[in-house]
């Protein structure tokens, strides 16, 4: 069908039909207006038919009907009211579109007059800051406990992604249209989504600042924004992604590329290098570079390849994993690989044309030539949590390990990798943490203190070949903490359980599990 921009996010048609809602979803629009009252032609579509074939797909629909004794400017506040109160793409229609032309003119007259300052500021219970998998899976064990609480998940991005299965793509298992869906497909229907970026926290007065001077104020915030990928300080690097031979698993862009150059460097004759870098510490799931490494030497050996390419993995720190019990499995593996290990050696510059990567090391900087370079970017504190009071010294939400409680303001919690706490920044960790923060939520909603704990756990499935696996599972302290009889899954030794456990199971239980509210093996633990 087709609409008309008037300004901003707002877009008016003419007739929407039921069989138009799909298209209105693809194109992103998340509030309907609609200006045509009911009953006006035969054949018209009800709005009652339109609102529930919306809702069902995510679509907030409103009822303001212009006609007859109702003029548009009857309608203009309770017009500019719905605009200012849902955020995002909006389509307001009538027969033709110039009813909704004429309300939402009149409603940008009323509100000029009025002033931005007499506008209503929106307000929920429960906010969450950050749709992705921590923000979601919170919201929707809010939802399971609390049905009917009143849940606004802020979030700016169109489509969400399996960050899990990037390292998947880049090994040639998953394909790249496997780990992403539309935003609006993974909320939980009863949250409201409000699309828009935050720009600033004033915890003082229970408000989040939204870009274009908007404002949403809450009883209890939950932050879950992620961290920050700091591409830009590795010298040349943004530059080089994607080209050269220079590539990375940590962009849904660039997963498909380290296939192709995993490939590309099977089938070229001659002696090859092939460099692979972590760097410093905390980064999102620290066996992700090794992952890749291991995925890529798996397909060159069934090639008969591996023998001719020469493979380093340059560590900033100076173990290969930092839970001491799953060391001789890889290591095991690194020799298998024949991978030379560099520890202490930190990637700081890349010069694409030429392939040649700058490492800092003790003893200086070193430049090594490469015909494939699987860069890692250093990480740091999302910057909208990092210029606010809510962040520590290092730029996360600062909060209680274990309550995932701030330590400044009570009706404050975070999760996910945006987060203070010190476990392992993976998928894994937010799923326990979800149900932590969501019971938390509530005691605070009821006036309460914290009543659940987190113990750090952390997951990262270690793909040292093309159908086995190293699960490693922990908590704080490095501890061990399978979720499965050792029978089953030893995760100290490459498990070909594990493998398709990652695969084949954990792609399902994250979309229809973890992001539904459903806690399998993760039920929140008391507070002690």
């Given at each position: 069908?087709?609409?008309?921009?008037?300004?901003?996010?707002?877009?008016?048609?003419?007739?929407v039909?039921?069989?138009?809602?799909d298209?209105?979803?693809?194109?992103?629009?998340a509030?309907?207006?609609?200006?045509?009252?009911?009953?006006?032609?035969?054949?018209?579509?009800?709005?009652?038919?339109?609102?529930?074939?919306?809702r069902?797909?995510?679509?907030t629909?409103?009822?303001?009907?212009?006609?007859?004794?109702?003029?548009?400017?009857?309608?203009?506040?309770?017009?500019?009211?719905?605009?200012?109160?849902?955020?995002?793409?909006?389509?307001?229609?009538?027969?033709?579109?110039?009813?909704?032309?004429?309300v939402?003119c009149?409603?940008?007259?009323?509100?000029?007059?009025?002033?931005?300052?007499?506008?209503?500021?929106?307000?929920?219970?429960?906010?969450?800051?950050?749709?992705?998998?921590?923000?979601?899976?919170?919201?929707?064990?809010?939802?399971?406990?609390?049905?009917?609480?009143?849940?606004?998940?802020?979030?700016?991005?169109?489509?969400?992604?399996?960050?899990?299965?990037?390292?998947?793509?880049?090994?040639?298992?998953?394909?790249?249209?496997?780990?992403?869906?539309?935003?609006?497909?993974?909320?939980?229907?009863r949250?409201?989504?409000?699309?828009?970026a935050?720009?600033?926290?004033?915890?003082?007065?229970?408000?989040?600042?939204?870009?274009?001077?908007?404002?949403?104020?809450?009883?209890?915030?939950?932050?879950?924004?992620?961290?920050?990928?700091?591409?830009?300080?590795?010298?040349?690097?943004?530059?080089?992604?994607?080209?050269?031979?220079?590539?990375?698993?940590?962009?849904?862009?660039?997963?498909?590329?380290?296939?192709?150059?995993?490939?590309?460097?099977?089938?070229?004759?001659?002696?090859?290098?092939?460099?692979?870098?972590?760097?410093?510490?905390?980064?999102?799931?620290?066996?992700?570079?090794?992952?890749?490494?291991?995925?890529?030497?798996?397909?060159?050996?069934?090639?008969?390849?591996?023998?001719?390419?020469?493979?380093?993995?340059?560590?900033?720190?100076?173990?290969?994993?930092?839970?001491?019990?799953?060391?001789?499995?890889?290591?095991?593996?690194?020799?298998?690989?024949?991978?030379?290990?560099?520890?202490?050696?930190?990637?700081?510059?890349?010069?694409?044309?030429?392939?040649?990567?700058?490492?800092?090391?003790?003893?200086?900087?070193?430049?090594?030539?490469?015909?494939?370079?699987?860069?890692?970017?250093?990480?740091e504190?999302?910057?909208?949590?990092?210029?606010?009071?809510?962040?520590?010294?290092?730029?996360?939400?600062?909060?209680?390990?274990?309550?995932?409680?701030?330590?400044?303001?009570?009706?404050?919690?975070?999760?996910?990798?945006g987060?203070?706490?010190?476990?392992?920044?993976?998928?894994?960790?937010?799923r326990?943490?979800?149900?932590?923060?969501?019971?938390?939520?509530?005691?605070?909603?009821?006036?309460?203190?914290?009543?659940?704990?987190?113990?750090?756990?952390?997951?990262?499935?270690?793909?040292?070949?093309?159908?086995?696996?190293?699960?490693?599972?922990?908590?704080?302290?490095?501890?061990?903490?399978?979720?499965?009889?050792?029978?089953?899954?030893?995760?100290?030794?490459?498990?070909?359980m594990?493998?398709?456990?990652?695969?084949?199971?954990?792609?399902?239980?994250?979309?229809?599990?973890?992001?539904?509210?459903?806690?399998?093996?993760?039920?929140?633990?008391?507070?002690?």
């Amino acid at each position: 069908m087709q609409t008309r921009h008037i300004e901003g996010q707002l877009h008016v048609s003419g007739q929407v039909r039921p069989q138009d809602i799909d298209g209105l979803v693809s194109a992103g629009i998340a509030t309907l207006i609609c200006n045509r009252p009911d009953n006006e032609e035969p054949g018209q579509p009800s709005f009652g038919e339109l609102a529930k074939a919306a809702r069902a797909r995510g679509i907030t629909a409103f009822y303001l009907p212009v006609g007859g004794k109702i003029a548009p400017e009857d309608q203009a506040e309770a017009f500019a009211k719905i605009r200012a109160e849902n955020l995002g793409p909006t389509l307001a229609f009538c027969r033709t579109d110039n009813r909704s032309e004429k309300v939402a003119c009149a409603a940008r007259s009323r509100s000029a007059a009025n002033g931005a300052a007499n506008r209503r500021t929106p307000h929920h219970k429960v906010v969450i800051v950050g749709g992705g998998s921590a923000g979601i899976a919170a919201a929707a064990s809010l939802l399971k406990r609390s049905p009917a609480l009143d849940v606004a998940i802020v979030e700016p991005s169109e489509d969400h992604f399996y960050q899990p299965g990037f390292t998947m793509v880049g090994g040639g298992v998953f394909k790249q249209p496997d780990t992403v869906r539309k935003t609006r497909d993974v909320l939980p229907q009863r949250a409201s989504w409000i699309r828009a970026a935050v720009i600033g926290f004033a915890p003082d007065s229970n408000t989040v600042e939204l870009e274009g001077g908007a404002k949403v104020t809450y009883d209890v915030l939950v932050v879950a924004m992620g961290n920050r990928l700091a591409w830009n300080k590795i010298e040349g690097l943004e530059a080089a992604l994607g080209q050269n031979g220079v590539t990375s698993n940590y962009r849904y862009d660039l997963a498909p590329y380290t296939w192709q150059m995993v490939q590309k460097l099977a089938r070229t004759p001659g002696p090859r290098r092939a460099l692979f870098s972590q760097p410093p510490m905390p980064i999102k799931c620290a066996g992700a570079p090794q992952k890749a490494m291991y995925l890529s030497c798996s397909e060159w050996e069934e090639c008969g390849v591996l023998g001719d390419i020469e493979v380093e993995f340059h560590n900033a720190g100076g173990v290969l994993f930092g839970v001491p019990d799953y060391v001789p499995a890889l290591m095991e593996t690194v020799g298998r690989y024949g991978i030379g290990l560099k520890f202490g050696s930190t990637l700081v510059a890349v010069d694409g044309p030429a392939r040649e990567a700058t490492f800092r090391t003790e003893d200086g900087e070193i430049t090594r030539s490469f015909d494939m370079l699987h860069a890692v970017p250093p990480q740091e504190g999302n910057p909208i949590i990092a210029n606010s009071p809510l962040a520590d010294a290092a730029g996360y939400a600062e909060v209680d390990q274990v309550t995932l409680q701030s330590l400044s303001w009570p009706n404050i919690f975070a999760l996910g990798d945006g987060c203070s706490t010190p476990n392992a920044k993976t998928a894994a960790a937010a799923r326990k943490q979800a149900p932590v923060v969501a019971v938390n939520v509530l005691a605070a909603l009821d006036g309460k203190g914290p009543v659940a704990a987190y113990d750090g756990y952390g997951s990262c499935p270690l793909t040292v070949d093309r159908g086995h696996i190293v699960l490693a599972e922990f908590t704080y302290g490095g501890k061990l903490a399978p979720s499965l009889p050792k029978w089953l899954i030893d995760g100290t030794k490459p498990s070909r359980m594990a493998w398709h456990l990652k695969a084949d199971a954990l792609p399902p239980i994250y979309w229809h599990g973890m992001l539904k509210g459903r806690e399998w093996l993760v039920q929140p633990a008391p507070l002690l």
